[in-house]
């Protein structure tokens, strides 16, 4: 059974960067659609991207284009998410969750497999 773990947050300074890592275990990534989505205190999970099975089709946000880029890599089951030009409304826990496909409404109910979430904070 597919368990994702993601990895790479920490503190970061407005204007930094910060590589996200969501990494398979128990099973490959296989053709699943991974999206990712943060939650900030007292806000809804928030879907920010998605990258399809054959990374042929790649999903953002309005909030983060263009500063944001997300990668995978199948042979490593590994997804990446690239963040640049961080400001302090990006400040909130990160998720990667698995999915059959992309959709451009990233609705957290059609993700079926989770990570624990990094957390991400974006101060001076």
Known sequence: QLQ???????????????????????????????????????????????????????????????RFATSRDNARNTVSLQMNSLKPED???????ATLRCIRNMAPKDYNRWGQGTQVTVSS
């Open 91 to 97: 400040t909130a826990v990160y998720y990667c969750a």
């Open 4 to 66: 994702l773990v993601e990895s790479g947050g920490g503190l970061v300074q407005p204007g930094g960067s910060l590589k996200l890592s969501c990494v398979a275990t128990r099973s490959t990534l296989g053709s699943n659609a991974i999206g990712w989505f943060r939650q900030a205190p007292g806000k809804e999970r928030e879907g920010i991207s998605c990258v399809s099975g054959t990374s042929d089709w790649t999903y953002y946000a309005d909030s983060v284009k263009g």
